[in-house]
């Protein structure tokens, strides 16, 4: 049987397409996922995204724990700042990519929901030589607000006290107050914002949300949104097999005086060669093996045509002449 969130019947109300999700029965769309991508390009969005893994870390060595246990440094980090970073294997390649909140007296990881299995494994084996408590908590909701007018519309909502706090936000931070948690650590290339709270506020935040005018979004347009900002996804363009450096997250590792698991077996992983990049497919088309790519001023294209315009203007452009336009 799928699991559900306690918004499940907000998403058979608004017409949903519910399909299975790691395990979870989630909304794909509600519609048109075009729609629903434009809509968090140009307005607000709402996310169910809590089948997400709350992971919470305490104990005297949670800091010691933790600067084990992960590429980044959470020495970084001060009392209500987040970040993001990778969870590497002995052979430096990536179990899961997560963000870890540092609170005032712990710390809460929110990783994927299809690696839990192992993500709380792993955590829980590596976590026998502190003196540390690992507890996943169950009785929550996540909505995610995403999109220029998220501000505006989570402000609308919550109490003025909150919506001075939420203004001062900056990006890779967040507030909590009576058992809630607000953070601006989005995911869509989009101004937003993530609720985390009780799973019995959950319904009553996903109908004020609708009322302010944000939208509710499917797991398609989320994919969509991702990719056109260039966001990796993790079973797609991350696993055990690919390293911090193939994936062009080199920017989530902290080296320098470390020890984390996996710093060693970085240097010599056998993709540390290999670099993903992003492409532009011009015009329609379907991408195949030995498909011909080119590099132009705006990056990588598939079409020779594009190519020599974009040499064209850019030559015409050093010389001072008038730019060619619908090329």
Same mark, same amino acid.
């Given at each position: 049987m799928l699991q559900q969130t306690p918004l499940i019947e907000c998403h058979r109300q608004d017409g949903g397409k519910l399909v299975d999700f790691s395990g979870w029965e989630m909304p794909i769309h509600y519609g048109s996922q075009v729609e629903e991508h434009?809509?968090?390009?140009?307005?607000?969005g709402l996310f169910d995204v809590s089948h997400m893994t709350l992971v919470d870390v305490s104990g005297p060595d949670q800091a010691a724990y933790l600067k084990r246990l992960l590429a980044n440094d959470i020495d970084r980090l001060d009392e209500g700042r987040a970040l993001y970073t990778a969870m590497l294997n002995a052979e430096?390649? !990536? !179990?899961?990519?997560?963000?870890?909140?540092? @609170? +005032?007296? =712990?710390y809460r990881l929110v990783v994927n929901c299809a690696t839990k299995e192992k993500d709380v494994a792993w955590m829980r084996q590596h976590a026998d030589a502190f003196d540390v408590s690992v507890e996943t908590p169950s009785d929550y909701a996540i909505i995610? &607000?995403? $999109? #220029?007018?998220? @501000?505006k519309v989570l402000s609308a909502v919550l109490p003025e006290r909150d919506v001075a706090?939420?203004?001062?936000l900056k990006p890779f931070s967040f507030?909590?107050? +009576?058992?809630?948690?607000?953070? @601006?650590t989005g995911y869509t290339g989009e101004s937003g914002f993530e609720c985390i709270v009780d799973a019995s506020e959950g319904v009553a935040l996903w109908q004020s949300l609708r009322q302010a005018g944000a939208s509710p979004i499917g797991l398609g347009a989320r994919d969509t949104l991702r990719l056109e900002a260039g966001m990796n996804l993790y079973g797609q363009d991350l696993d055990e097999t690919v390293c911090p450096a193939a994936a062009n997250l080199s920017w989530t590792v902290v080296t320098k005086d470390r020890d984390? !698991? $996996?710093? =060693?077996?970085?240097?010599?992983? #056998?993709?540390?060669?290999?670099?993903? !990049? $992003? &492409?532009q497919l011009v015009g329609k088309g379907v991408l195949r093996a030995g498909y011909p790519f080119f590099w132009t001023?705006?990056?990588?294209?598939? =079409?020779? @045509?594009r190519f020599?315009? =974009?040499? &064209?203007?850019?030559?015409?452009a050093r010389a001072g002449k008038v730019v060619i336009e619908n090329t």
């Open positions: 434009h809509q968090v390009r140009n307005h607000a430096g390649g !990536i !179990i899961d990519d997560l963000i870890v909140y540092r @609170r +005032e007296k =712990d995610a &607000v995403q $999109g #220029p007018e998220s @501000r706090a939420l203004g001062a507030f909590e107050r +009576e058992g809630a948690l607000f953070a @601006r984390f !698991i $996996g710093q =060693d077996a970085m240097a010599t992983h #056998p993709t540390s060669g290999e670099r993903q !990049i $992003g &492409v001023r705006g990056g990588w294209c598939s =079409d020779e @045509r020599l315009a =974009d040499i &064209v203007l850019w030559n015409w």
